[in-house]
């Protein structure tokens, strides 16, 4: 290496004089011993790469530790890496596919024989432990196609991706003691930096993710910066477990699912009450503003899917039929059939805005891989709307529309966060008219003072969009409402109105979701409240437990007195202790429980014990019905 000077810039703008072939690590040992030892990888001139690769140019560089991004990806990466070489030194036999950074951790692609059971996760662990004990160096090396073929000979998986790595692209391997594998990089400078990890489970993949290709042992893991940072994970996945709307909805007996219908929910009574309040909250809002409720067919002829578009985006994902040798689909969404009910009547610009709205079943075809509870079905309920409207009351309209979404969500309590979401690569239609119509939602967001994220090429394919993300009990984030500008699909149906100079010209639809999937959004409330609804969404919203026997009249008396002011109540007559009849209650997570003995018969009163809470309260029984009552027309949160 020559002793040429090069300049390095910091990110403050300060600039200092190094020697050409200089790394990363002699700069930040220049800088500080402490910085040296904190520093995870970096950049140079934008790009991430090791602490040990040489820079031989003048360049602006960046060092990241732990606590960012980049470094808490790398640490992931590194990790990936770490298992593998436990699982080669433990089965040497094994060959490995990929090893990818998911969203807190890890997984590693491998082929082996032998099945791997949780008592062999904890065998690995403790030898990635021993790897992470011995600090080994990580080393970056660029070898020939020739020699990677040479050195991975006995790997198929490994060919395969070798062969997939264009010819002209350079060939990097990782060293670390007996173990190299085939990266892009980059990695932490050594073994001892990976410290805070656990793995989770193994599960099935096919190789590539292609149901053709040979089924291989996924092994996951989660990694993180410091001890506090795992150990507040795995806190919040035993939280997230006990939130799990699949074993609440069973416990809860809300839904159901048959091998008979794949993918497709069954709602039990319970489910069916919740949804129908859902549907009621959102219809009784829609219809004070003035939205028209309307039903389309769940199937239509495939030339309609072909008219607007769908079909070149979504065919692999629908369903189909032959109906008098015609080809028909279930519908994956609302948007077609509201453009026929718009074009069967003329209209005037009187008539606009038009806010049609539908709770509209829809079916799409999903992966049995992809399939989870309520969050990822094949069959939905979606609560469309399509508002028709003239240029000038775009802006006025999407307002109102984050009005209702804004209402909606402060009922539930949730917080959220914006996103709009530009121009996708498949897009359909007019740059022009995309260009406008991401100006207007920008403007719109702008104006109203709200704060948003961009999120470039992310848009539906018939035009850009806002996007809704909500933040349950557990800060998990969910995409439900959105709001979509579209110039595209009255331009594919040929629709017009009149406007004053009664000249036909085009309106603008915005599509509209509250809740998106209402079946989505029921499973993330579940895990929301952890299946504790509020006292309105509540399947049963009463139980009434007598004393004893000779109480019965009294508490069939006040179950009547609360179904005559449709609450829903149940009485538990069973002949169980009442302990433990109390205990059921709280286990199903009912809002009240009303106890009832000599006491509350003679005054006319009952003890109340509301969920998750251990006082009780005596008190007249029309002033608990009136309180109940307002509750409900409140549509007051529970104590989380």
């Given at each position: 290496m020559s002793n040429q000077e090069i300049s390095i810039q910091f990110p403050d703008g300060k600039q200092q004089v190094f020697t050409q072939g200089v790394t990363l690590t002699d700069i930040a040992q220049a800088i500080s011993p402490a910085l040296r030892k904190?520093?995870?990888a970096g950049s140079v001139n934008g790009t991430i790469v090791d602490l040990t690769r040489p820079i031989l140019t003048d360049a602006q560089i960046k060092l990241f530790d732990v606590s960012s991004q980049v470094g808490i990806e790398v640490i992931r990466h590194s990790s990936a890496h770490l298992l593998a070489q436990a699982m080669k030194r433990l089965y040497p036999e094994a060959k490995f596919g990929v090893g990818p950074v998911i969203d807190n951790g890890f997984y590693y692609d491998i082929d082996?024989?032998?099945?791997?059971?949780?008592?062999?996760?904890?065998?690995?662990?403790?030898?990635m432990n021993r790897i992470v004990q011995?600090?080994?160096?990580?080393?970056?090396?660029?070898?020939?196609?020739?020699?990677?073929?040479?050195?991975?000979?006995?790997?198929?998986?490994?060919l395969e991706l070798l062969a997939d790595i264009p010819e002209n692209e350079v060939i990097t391997l990782y060293e670390q003691g007996d173990f190299y594998d085939l990266c892009r990089g980059p990695h932490v400078p050594t073994t001892g930096k990976l410290q805070h990890f656990q793995l989770m489970h193994v599960s099935g993949a096919y190789w590539k993710g292609n149901s053709q290709n040979q089924m291989l042992q996924r092994?996951?893991?989660?990694?993180?910066?410091?001890?506090?940072?795992?150990?507040?994970?795995?806190?919040?996945?035993?939280?997230?477990?006990?939130?799990?709307?699949?074993?609440?909805?069973?416990?809860?007996?809300?839904?159901?699912?048959?091998?008979?219908?794949?993918?497709?929910?069954?709602?039990?009574?319970?489910?069916?009450?919740?949804r129908y309040e859902l549907e009621s909250f959102l219809r009784n809002l829609q219809t004070t503003y003035d939205y028209q409720e309307v039903r389309t067919p769940f199937m239509m002829n495939q030339r309609l899917w072909e008219q607007s578009g769908h079909w070149d985006h979504y065919k692999d994902n629908m369903y189909f039929t032959h109906v008098d040798k015609q080809s028909f689909a279930l519908k994956p969404m609302n948007c077609p059939g509201h453009m026929l009910i718009f074009k069967n009547k003329r209209h005037s610009y009187r008539d606009l805005p038009i806010r049609m709205a539908e709770f509209g079943q829809?079916?799409?075809?999903?992966?049995?891989?992809?399939?989870?509870?309520?969050l990822r079905v094949r069959t939905f309920c979606q609560d469309d709307a399509h508002i028709f409207v003239t240029p000038e009351q775009i802006e006025d309209e999407i307002n109102l529309a984050l009005k209702i979404i804004d209402h909606?969500?402060?009922?539930?309590?949730?917080?959220?966060?914006?996103?709009?979401?530009t121009r996708p690569a498949d897009f359909m239609g007019d740059i022009e008219l995309w260009h406008e119509a991401e100006t207007a939602l920008a403007n719109v967001l702008h104006h109203a003072g709200y704060a948003y994220k961009m999120n470039e090429g992310d848009g539906a394919f018939y035009g850009p969009k806002i996007d809704i993300h909500i933040k349950d009990a557990i800060n998990r984030s969910h995409q439900c409402a959105t709001i979509q500008l579209d110039f595209q699909l009255p331009e594919k149906f040929d629709l017009t109105y009149l406007n004053e100079h009664n000249e036909k010209v085009r309106p603008v639809?915005?599509?509209?979701?509250?809740?998106?999937?209402?079946?989505?959004?029921?499973?993330?409330?579940?895990?929301?409240?952890?299946?504790a609804f509020p006292t309105w969404l509540a399947p049963q919203q009463v139980i009434v437990i007598g004393v004893a026997d000779s109480h019965q009249q009294y508490v069939e008396q006040?179950?009547?007195?609360?179904?005559?002011?449709?609450?829903r109540v149940r009485v538990d007559n069973r002949q169980e202790k009442l302990g433990k009849k109390i205990r059921d209650a709280q286990m199903k997570k009912i809002p009240y429980i009303l106890v009832l003995g000599d006491v509350e018969r003679d005054n006319q009163s009952v003890t109340v014990r509301k969920y998750n809470q251990q006082v009780l309260n005596e008190k007249p029984l029309q002033q608990f019905v009136e309180e109940l009552k307002g509750e409900i027309l409140q549509k007051a949160l529970p104590i989380m």
């Open positions: 904190k520093a995870i082996l024989a032998q099945a791997l059971v949780p008592s062999d996760l904890q065998k690995i662990e403790k030898m011995e600090n080994i160096q990580i080393q970056r090396k660029e070898v020939t196609r020739e020699e990677a073929i040479r050195m991975f000979q006995h790997d198929h998986l490994k092994i996951y893991g989660i990694a993180f910066a410091t001890k506090e940072e795992l150990q507040d994970y795995l806190v919040f996945l035993d939280e997230a477990d006990k939130r799990n709307h699949r074993k609440l909805g069973k416990e809860l007996e809300l839904f159901m699912f048959s091998e008979e219908a794949p993918g497709m929910p069954f709602y039990l009574a319970n489910g069916q009450i919740v829809v079916h799409r075809h999903e992966f049995s891989g992809a399939l989870n509870g309520l909606i969500y402060q009922v539930f309590g949730f917080q959220y966060e914006i996103e709009l979401s639809v915005i599509h509209r979701a509250v809740f998106g999937s209402i079946d989505r959004f029921l499973g993330i409330l579940i895990e929301h409240f952890g299946g006040v179950a009547q007195v609360l179904a005559n002011e449709h609450i």
